[in-house]
């Protein structure tokens, strides 16, 4: 794993634009992701939680 993202620094350090911008959306991505999670009420979070188990037939949509 490191030796991946050694050589994926290395391809970074050959200034290529691509790479930058890659790894930009990226990090922004999961970060974005972990606030969301983070402000994520704890009634919403239950919710989802429960969802797999819950056998409620109004809230199953059968296609």
Known sequence: MVKLVREYTDAL???NV???IGLFIF???FILL???VKK???ERVDELSNLPLDNDDSKNVNF
């Open 13 to 15: 350090s050959n200034s």
């Open 18 to 20: 691509f790479a930058y």
């Open 27 to 29: 990090i922004t991505f």
């Open 34 to 36: 972990l606030v969301m």
């Open 40 to 42: 994520m009420s704890k």
